[in-house]
């Protein structure tokens, strides 16, 4: 079983909070020096600088999506929504996809052929190139052994018989994998443009091509200020309201809620301590995110005292009964957070049957609701088997400027919480740099550690992944063989059978809140002011979040 596929998704956690406030707009209406009609511009607000635009160098695609277009588009609801594919067959075994593209145009002029598919996932996949995102072809035929180095990236599952054809063969069936191909990594790139412009393709908006929308102007690598405009060579312009999207750099909340009150932004991100006082205005809008914080211990400490409670599972028990998640969501972070039911998020993925959340299926009692009694009965169970009567453990957080403000407030409840609940147990908390702290955690070098995840698409396996034993994301060394064999049985045997694969994954996250491998806190939910003159947005919970194609100013 090979364990390092599936996981760099946690890249879309670390970055959530400079992603998510990518979204933020402003939508002013600009007189047209050409025919004198107001222009629709929307503005939005950045939380950080971008590194790239070189969909194999990303380390996230929160914006992008609207400047580049894989085979589909991510719609509303997490669902596929027409790309450049104008049509898919299937084969009847699930592991041969072929495209038939559409008349379809680079921003340049260039026809966008299958060969241009055919040159970006091979550039993806190339060991050299260093794609933070490479685990996302697991399944297609040898995409693992070229990102290990063992084999020629041309040996990809992925040909172009003609300019319009994309055959991809896959090692076994992906259940998601049309949802996949919604992705910006999937989509294609220019070759020509890729040679042309070299070691500067993707450092500057000049030196790229697009085929999304929007293309980009303005943005030289390091400024605080771009656009996207209107693509006009894109296959469906003709759908697409908007003429401008202006970004700008704002890292403080109070700055992004002063320029909108100022009618400078239509879209502004607010802080857990600005939400109280708007959340009754007509302009306060949630949109969700399949973030999710949890505690992530660590297994293998080196430390033999440490490692007997950290591995006891009525220790792990105990410290997630004593947390009061309703308390913790309402109260302490009061932003409009949920509560999880388990390590999935919720509005995720639905069941094939049922049409139930994911989240309801994998409910399970007594191992997150908040019982003090059953807490202090389990800590009392896990010192008898351990014979440790005091502890001091620390928990481990990022926690800079950078970072979801709501750090700081989370770690102090923690401490407060736990050391209340559970006699004998001491909490020193440790909050350094977001990259320290990543560091830190990959090298093992914590006890407990304030870690999230968010999904990269819309299945639950994109969190049931992580807890596997030895996969690059599980920083705790968690290993539990019967969990990794119902992981593994879904993402194989049952893979092309919706309903075993469904349950599978529901008794597997089951067993991991049973064991409490990890213990889930609390699912983000982000709070904006919006223009009611902003239409048109689409949203979801995981992929690329932000769709702008239909958006407009009213």
């Known amino acids: 079983m090979k364990k390092q596929r599936i996981l760099t998704a946690a890249l879309g956690l670390v970055t959530i909070f400079g992603i998510m406030a990518v979204l933020s707009g402003c939508g002013t209406q600009k007189s ?24 194999s160098a990303s380390s996230g695609y929160g914006q992008t999506g609207n400047i580049f277009e894989s085979f589909y588009r991510l719609g509303k609801n997490g669902k596929v929504a027409p790309g450049l594919a104008k049509s898919l067959k299937t084969s009847a075994d699930g592991k041969t ?50 990102n290990a180095g063992k084999m020629d990236p041309k040996t990809l599952g992925i040909s172009a018989p003609d300019s319009k054809t994309v055959v991809i063969t896959l090692e076994k069936p992906i259940p998601y994998f049309k949802v996949l191909m919604a992705y910006p990594l999937f989509g294609p790139q220019s070759e020509k443009v890729v040679n042309k412009y070299g070691k500067k393709y993707g450092t500057s908006s000049q030196y790229m091509v697009y085929s999304g929308p929007f293309k980009m102007t303005g943005w030289k690598g ?7 405009v209107k693509n006009n060579q894109y296959w469906d312009a003709k759908v697409v309201k908007l003429d401008e999207i202006d970004y700008t750099v704002v890292s403080d909340a109070q700055t992004s809620l002063d320029l909108y009150q100022n009618n400078q932004l239509d879209l502004s ?44 599972q009525n220790a792990r028990l105990a410290i997630s009964l004593s947390l009061n998640r309703q308390q913790l969501t309402k109260k302490v972070l009061g932003n409009g957070s949920l509560v ?42 896990a010192k008898k088997e351990t014979g440790i009567d005091k502890i001091t453990l ?43 702290a990543s560091s830190e955690r990959r090298a ?44 593994e049985k879904a993402s194989n045997e049952d893979a092309a059978d919706p309903d075993k694969r469904w349950q599978g994954m529901v008794t597997a996250s089951q067993m991991l809140s049973k064991d409490q ?7 983000s939910v982000y709070s904006y002011m919006q223009k009611s003159s902003v239409k048109g947005i689409i949203h979801n919970t995981a992929g690329t979040q932000w769709n702008y194609k239909y958006a407009y100013m009213k």
Do not use: C, H
Not at 426 to 431: E, G, V
């Open 269 to 312: 991100q607010l802080s857990q301590t600005q939400v109280p006082n708007y959340e009754n205005d007509k302009e306060y809008i949630q949109y969700p995110y399949s973030y999710v914080s949890y505690l992530n211990y660590n297994f293998a400490s080196t430390n033999a005292d440490k490692k007997k409670i950290l591995s006891n």
């Open 394 to 436: 620390t928990l481990l957080a990022g926690n800079d400027n950078g970072d979801d403000p709501s750090t700081s407030i989370v770690i102090q409840y923690l401490k407060g919480q736990l050391e209340k609940v559970l006699p004998g147990l001491t909490i020193k908390i440790r909050a350094v740099p977001t990259q320290v």
């Open 222 to 228: 390091t400024n605080n200020s771009w656009q996207y």
């Open 444 to 487: 093992g070098n914590f006890d407990i550690a304030l870690a999230g995840w968010g999904a990269d698409f819309n299945d639950p396996i994109s969190f049931l992944q992580i807890p596997e034993t030895g996969t690059a994301y599980n920083y705790g060394k968690y290993s539990n063989a019967a969990y990794d064999k119902l992981i």
């Open 97 to 146: 996809y072929t495209f038939t593209l559409r008349d379809a145009k680079w921003s340049n002029g260039d026809k966008i052929t299958a060969q241009d598919f055919v040159y970006s996932w091979q550039r993806t996949i190339t060991p050299a190139t260093k794609s933070e995102y490479a685990y996302l072809f697991d399944g297609v035929k040898n995409a693992n052994e070229i």
């Open 340 to 381: 999880p039911t388990g390590f999935v998020s919720t509005d995720l993925a639905k069941n094939p049957s049922t049409n139930a959340d994911f989240s309801k299926d994998q409910k399970t009692t007594d191992t997150m609701d908040y019982d003090t009694k059953l807490a202090k009965s389990k800590w009392a169970a």
């Open 32 to 55: 047209s020096e050409k025919t004198g009609d107001a222009k629709q511009v929307l503005k939005l607000p950045t939380a950080s600088q971008l590194n790239t635009i070189d969909i």
């Open 517 to 523: 491998g990890i213990t889930p806190l609390y699912q």
